[in-house]
């Protein structure tokens, strides 16, 4: 699928995000989402998984699943670690506390006995009790040399380590063996709220220990691992990474032997369930669409067609055929005959299609992560908060986020939080902070920043009695204002006989301009563009005029309704460029950008439309500034006082001039949000902590720069003899427990052969 989101950089790193293509498939909204009595902004879409005990997955055989790119690096701690990086490393590597169901931090017992902290006072120390049989793969115990050379390489303090994080790392201050090396003591300089972030994944000292192994030796193998899987091999040209079973795994056994990664480009994701070379993919609605046709085409349930081969034969082909049984020459036999077989041919094709994909099912749920609408705060128009809040105050939210979501069944609610999403402990609708949707109040605050209806026309330099430009005028000659006025009937006189001809155009031009490339919506409405004029009127000072009817010597003529409408101050328009994606899996950002467009458009603000390759839409636009407003999307997470505060920290001025904006790609902050985001960190009360997450996420709505508009669409292809494996909303999956429920080698074995 194709995705357009962004990294989390110096915080955590997290998978990389984005939205979900929307398309016209429907399915059944999914239920148990809220019961009576309940508030659905608190309730979290469940995960689809298929759920099974592990007593009716059957021991054996290979899942292929299907990811964008084999990862550049399986060190989760680079730059470059990416969503595959997770997914694989998730596999292999301890995660202390993974997320559960409802997208809260739980202790991981195949990991860790306990992990508490055990003191406050003077200093906050934690301590780690591991799993007595924790071991990685060559058989050494997990204790705390793993946990000190993780520590040292993540601090920050030794930049031969290229690291993409620290958060929290750097807050440790010594790292201590507690009775055995199975207790590990952390103390800490500072007071860390978000601890159980840390040690996950967890790398083995060799890993660890030394820049080299850091740097460039994890970035394409793992030689020591402690997952329920162990990595087999990692190959770039046939775009795999194998994982086996990892025979020292001391918890419950996987119950697939292997488990293999494999490389498909997102557009290509049908053919390759349809051929049976992955079992499981993220998918966009399209691809979803067919698998629900394809059910249909089954009878819904495997069974027949609904109707047999040859139901889709088209008008034309009949018509041939029609041709041939009723003894036409020759020739249109010949090329009946050959129509016919070419309808064959390719109603057999579809049928094998169908019949593939019915084997399917479409698992959906929300992903953790919400899409918002950026409005860049640097510099221009949208450094005024007014104008920021004006049209965070004219969007609809709920149409915008029914538009992506209903098509697929599932549940529309606008997120309430930057900073949480419905169903997590932390979760309040803080958007009150803002306010509701209110056009009028939209207007108000527009003109009280100075952008009224019709201020692109007048400047308040050329309004003053004796203006240089009245002066100006006042000095024009008699000879040059007639030669004006001829010049301006013959322009009238042409323009009058290709009126219809431009008219007749108009639409078509407008179409295409929006198909590619750059256009504005707000100016380019019929009649909105003003012919301008000399300022001398066709009835000029002639024998015979209408006595009273000659214009003063500088007036222009009336400006046209649209034009009057679109705001405007010293004579310059309110206009913003909206930057958007322009590939084939961001069809819903552009969808939802339209509806943005007509919205702002309803109130008076022009947008000009930039569509850019999805490959620089972020790099070249979104991260260097280079847009006014934009669509992109952040994950959730379980650590928001860690993550959120490089995402909404107010940009500090660098020495060159520019700003440090860290993650803040909407250069909008406060020394306000940062303080309650430098409390939240250091409260170890979880209830406080949470509260002064709230009051940041309350200040960082006020400020308008980042407006939460839904939340994405997680759409999974999943054979339909799979369990435990899905659409997995918040929580971590449990890969030992995925397999299939009857055995068999499903899907082409490791090496790629069937």
Not at 177 to 192: A, E, I, M, W
Not at 222 to 239: E, Q
Not at 335 to 358: F, M
Not at 577 to 593: A, D, E, H, I, K
Request: glycine share 10%; with cysteine; charged share 25%.
């Amino acid at each position: 699928m194709s995705h357009v989101g962004v990294p989390r950089g110096t915080a955590r790193k997290r998978r990389s995000v984005a939205l979900l293509a929307t398309g016209v498939l429907t399915i059944p909204v999914l239920a148990g989402c809220t019961s009576d009595g309940e508030d659905p902004t608190s309730v979290a879409v469940p995960q689809d998984i298929a759920p099974a005990s592990r007593d009716r997955v059957a021991d054996g055989s290979t899942l292929n699943w299907a990811i964008d790119a084999v990862p550049s690096t399986l060190n989760a701690f680079q730059a470059d670690a990416d969503g595959a990086t997770t997914r694989i490393t998730g596999a292999l590597l301890p995660s202390l506390f993974p997320m559960d169901a409802k997208g809260e931090p739980r202790l991981n017992p195949d990991y860790l006995e306990s992990a508490k902290v055990i003191e406050r006072e003077p200093k906050q120390v934690v301590l780690y009790k591991l799993n007595q049989q924790a071991v990685w793969s060559d058989g050494r115990e997990i204790g705390a040399p793993d946990f000190v050379a993780q520590w040292r390489a993540l601090s920050g303090k030794d930049s031969a380590f290229w690291t993409a994080r620290n958060a929290g790392y750097e807050r440790i201050e010594k790292i201590e063996r507690g009775k055995d090396d199975l207790q590990v003591r952390v103390t800490f300089s500072k007071p860390y709220a978000d601890w159980r972030s840390l040690f996950s994944p967890l790398y083995p000292k060799e890993v660890t220990g030394s820049p080299g192994t850091f740097n460039d030796g994890a970035r394409t193998t793992l030689r020591n691992t402690a997952g329920p899987f162990r990595l087999r091999s990692v190959n770039k040209p046939k775009g795999t990474v194998v994982l086996d079973r990892n025979p020292r795994w001391w918890g419950d056994e996987a119950r697939l032997d292997s488990l293999v990664f494999r490389a498909v480009e997102p557009g290509k994701r049908t053919d390759a369930l349809a051929e049976g070379t992955v079992d499981v993919a993220d998918i966009d609605p399209a691809t979803a669409n067919s698998i629900a046709l394809a059910a249909r085409y089954r009878g819904g349930n495997g069974g027949p067609p609904a109707h047999g081969p040859g139901a889709g034969i088209t008008p034309a082909a009949a018509l041939r055929s029609w041709a041939l049984a009723h003894g036409s020459d020759e020739e249109a036999a010949e090329t009946a005959r050959a129509a016919r077989e070419e309808t064959r041919e390719a109603v057999a094709v579809y049928a094998a299609e169908q019949k593939s994909l019915s084997g399917f099912a479409v698992r959906k749920s929300l992903e953790p992560s919400y899409t918002q609408l950026a409005l860049n705060g640097e510099s221009g128009p949208l450094s005024d908060d007014r104008v920021r809040r004006a049209i965070a105050r004219t969007l609809d939210r709920q149409e915008l986020a029914d538009a992506v979501l209903k098509p697929l069944g599932l549940p529309a609610k606008p997120p309430g939080s930057h900073l949480a999403l419905a169903g997590q402990p932390g979760y309040k609708d803080g958007s009150g902070a803002l306010g509701e949707r209110d056009t009028k109040e939209a207007q108000a605050l527009l003109a009280d920043a100075g952008w009224t209806p019709g201020g692109a026309l007048r400047s308040t330099r050329d309004t003053k009695a004796g203006s240089e430009a009245e002066k100006k005028d006042e000095g024009e000659k008699p000879a040059a204002r007639e030669k004006a006025a001829d010049e301006d009937k013959d322009e009238k006189a042409e323009k009058a006989g290709k009126k219809d001809e431009k008219a007749e155009d108009t639409e078509k031009d407008d179409k295409a301009s929006r198909e590619e490339g750059e256009y504005t919506v707000g100016d380019d409405k019929p009649g909105s563009r003003s012919s301008g004029g000399s300022g001398v009127t066709a009835q000029d000072k002639q024998p015979g005029g209408v006595a009273g009817a000659y214009a003063p010597v500088g007036t222009a003529a009336p400006a046209p309704a649209a034009v009057k409408s679109r705001l405007g101050k010293d004579g310059k328009p309110l206009s913003l460029r909206f930057v958007l994606p322009s590939g084939p899996g961001s069809q819903s950002l552009r969808t939802v950008g339209e509806k943005i467009v007509a919205m702002l458009d309803s109130i008076g603000i022009s947008t000009q439309v930039t569509k850019v390759a999805d490959d620089s839409y972020f790099k070249d636009h979104i991260a260097s500034g280079d847009y006014d407003l934009a669509l992109y999307s952040w994950p959730a997470t379980a650590y928001p006082a860690t993550d959120g505060r490089p995402i909404f920290a107010k940009p500090e001025p660098a020495t060159d001039g520019s700003l440090l904006v860290a993650q803040n790609y909407t250069r909008v902050g406060s020394d306000h949000i940062d303080q309650l985001f430098d409390r939240a960190v250091a409260e170890l009360d979880a209830d406080a902590s949470r509260d002064l997450l709230k009051q940041a996420d309350a200040r960082i709505w006020a400020a308008a720069g980042s407006i939460p508009l839904y939340q994405r669409p997680q759409l999974v292809a999943v054979d339909k003899k799979l369990a435990n494996i899905g659409a997995f909303g918040f929580a971590a999956p449990r890969y030992q427990d995925i397999g299939f429920t009857a055995r068999q080698a499903a899907g082409p074995p490791a090496n790629g052969k069937k």
